[in-house]
């Protein structure tokens, strides 16, 4: 059996949580896709983690977490990160890393700050953590595959032939320092060297413990809105966010996905540039960013204040159908206790005319959020475990939500811990 579990927005809404929760009944984690360019916060017994490359399944004895070949590896910073967490006493992960794999690159990272530079004020809001460029370079056949780094002539060979490619630009575009071939082989030994203990045919291994019965839970990372194709372009990750893509990211048949878990987030909010009907600015946005999450919404990778916005039902439906969602996990519920109003956006006009159907960028551009009001429940839910306890305004804002996305929300989050979750 395997479930996915994916962001119906612009990542952030909670999903570490709901993976981590789920990680308890499953026995494979795969991360899919991306790299360490974003974070899952995660609170439970051991303390508080901001995940970035390990699944967030990593604290059961349990389950097997596994990066699959979908993902940017950065290997320097998958083992810092095993490091981080069982020196904060957590039971050493079993942990595989897919032969087919690509190896985020120390260049990589440059290229993405230098670019960044170069554009200016036309930057992308990159975490310049490497992504793009990592991705350009797979699609351009330039990239290095884990399997590569155990065939010594095919790694010196291609070394020479990227280094001299990388070096152009470096030279000519970027007026930066160049890369000595010599030192990058010896990195690649080393990080072959921390590797290779993680390494092997994750695919082959996921579909033998399929045949076993074993259930499987695929981990996205960010949302719908900042998938390439379907997101806010060119505002996007540079690997797709969607829940099919992880047959694909992980190794497996598309018709083995049976669970479709998508996380929707009681209000919203967003890091980084782009299209952002719902957003509010001034106190207002203030309050609910200091409110919001567990310790207010900043990024879990930058640290950078997150933009804040009403509840978008254009866009979650949006999200949510482009995730071919089978349920929903609202989350943050309990952080709109204080509102004596809550405005969600049911429509966008655009031009003179209101559309519910969420638009390519250019439109999206002109579009202005089309509110109605409901009124708020004014009381803290933390703590309450049965749907019927919920105050009624609250059990309506959940309906009204529900509505809007056509999807059943079947877990309802009212608060940061591992099992604050209400499950309907």
Known sequence: MVKAIVGANWGDEGKGKITDMLAEQSDIIVRFQGGSNAGHTIINDYGKFALHLLPSGVFYNHTTCIIGNGVALNIPYLQKEIDDIVSKGVPKPHILVSDRAQILMPYHIDFDAYEEERLGGKAFGSTKSGIAPFYSDKYAKIGFQVSELFDEDTLTEKVARVTEQKNIML???????????????????????????????????????????????????????????????????????????????????????????????????????????????????????????????????????????????????????????????????????????????????????????????????????????LPGWKEEIRGITKYEDLPENCRNYIEFIEKELGVPITMVSNGPGRHEIIHR
Not at 321 to 340: I, K, N, P, S
Request: glycine residues 10%.
């Open 171 to 373: 030279e000519h575009m970027y007026h930066k320092p160049l890369i000595n071939p010599e030192e990058l082989l010896s990195t690649l030994h080393e990080y072959r060297d921390i590797v290779e203990p993680y390494v092997c045919d994750t695919s082959l291994y996921i579909s033998n413990a399929l045949k076993e019965g074993k259930t499987v839970l695929l981990e996205g990372q960010l949302g719908t809105l900042k998938d390439p194709d379907f997101g806010i372009y060119p505002m996007v990750t540079s690997s797709s966010t969607l829940a099919a893509y992880g047959a694909i990211g992980a190794g497996i048949p598309p018709y083995e996905i049976k669970d479709i878990i998508t996380v929707v987030k009681a209000y919203s909010s967003a890091v980084g540039a782009g299209e952002f009907v719902s957003e509010i600015f001034g106190d207002e946005a203030d309050e609910l960013r200091r409110r919001g999450g567990d310790g207010g919404e900043f990024g879990a990778t930058t640290g950078r204040p997150r933009r804040m916005g009403w509840f978008d039902a254009v866009a979650s439906r949006y999200g949510v159908r482009m995730q071919g969602a089978t349920e929903v996990a609202l989350t943050v519920l309990d952080v709109l206790g204080y509102l004596d109003e809550i405005p969600v956006c049911v429509g966008y006009e655009i031009d003179g005319t209101v559309t519910k159907d969420f638009p390519v960028t250019a439109k999206l551009k002109k579009a202005k959020p089309v509110y109605e009001i």
